[in-house]
């Protein structure tokens, strides 16, 4: 167990509609990350965040969107479902500190099936 | 062509052998992390490096920043080690991931 959790598991939807999926990181990790994990493109970073504040964009749609709330949790919302965004979401935290990297623990992530 | 390449793509390997899994990058980075992901899904960091070598139980992880190639290497391979082994680099602010390697060891 990483201490990282996230909800839901998984995620049956229709195209056009929108979800959020959520983070939490373990105890003390400042930086949350998003990333996308598809059958054709393997995994890739969407973004993360660190103490609420967007700290690096990777390849993220601008239907999709993230934030981190003051209890550091996080949400990722993706809107205007498309077949192709059926995939396995993970977020991962860290202990990061501004400039530096450290290890990252991921959650189970959240499998979405748009239909 | 990915910036982070891996090889093998595919490996199977009998029990006990000795593995290794190669992993190059084409621009300098900040760090370089070695995951392994499970049939179930769960990835597990395995490494996060910089510089030299890493070593964890049965796994070394070494990295050549003058030659942008780094290894992981698994001694007295287990069934259970058989997963998908993803490398990814920390660079400017992001982070790029191999394909990965998937790892069959057979008892």
């Known amino acids: 167990d990483s201490g990282v959790t996230q909800t839901p598991k998984h995620l049956i939807t229709a195209t056009g509609q929108r979800v959020t999926l959520r983070c939490s990181p373990r105890?003390?990790?400042?930086?949350v990350y998003w990333y996308q994990q598809s059958l054709d493109q393997g995994l890739q970073f969407l973004i993360q965040?660190?103490?609420?504040?967007?700290?690096a964009k990777g390849n993220i749609l601008e239907r999709f969107s993230a934030q981190q709330f003051p209890d550091l949790h996080s949400e990722l919302n993706l809107s205007s479902l498309e077949l192709g965004d059926s995939a396995l979401y993970f977020c991962?935290?860290?202990?990061?500190?501004?400039?530096?990297?450290?290890?990252?623990?991921f959650g189970p992530g959240t499998r979405l099936t748009v239909l | 062509k990915n910036e982070v390449e891996q090889s093998p793509q595919n490996l199977t390997a009998q029990e006990g052998e000795f593995i290794t899994i190669n992993c190059s990058y084409s621009?300098?980075?900040?760090?370089l992390h070695w995951l392994q992901q499970h049939p179930g899904g769960g990835i597990v960091s395995l490494f996060m490096?910089?510089?030299g070598k890493k070593k964890h139980g049965r796994l070394i992880a070494t990295i050549n920043i003058q030659e942008k190639h780094s290894s992981l290497h698994i001694t007295a391979s287990h069934p259970r080690d058989s997963a998908v082994y993803i490398c990814?680099?920390?660079?400017?602010?992001?982070?790029?991931f191999g394909k990965g390697t998937r790892l069959h060891i057979l008892p």
């Open positions: 621009v300098g980075i900040s760090a």
């Open positions: 965040y660190y103490n609420g504040e967007e700290r």
């Open positions: 490096l910089s510089s």
């Open positions: 990814a680099q920390n660079r400017d602010d992001k982070i790029i």
């Open positions: 991962a935290s860290s202990v990061d500190r501004r400039g530096a990297y450290n290890e990252q623990f």
């Open positions: 105890s003390g990790d400042l930086s």
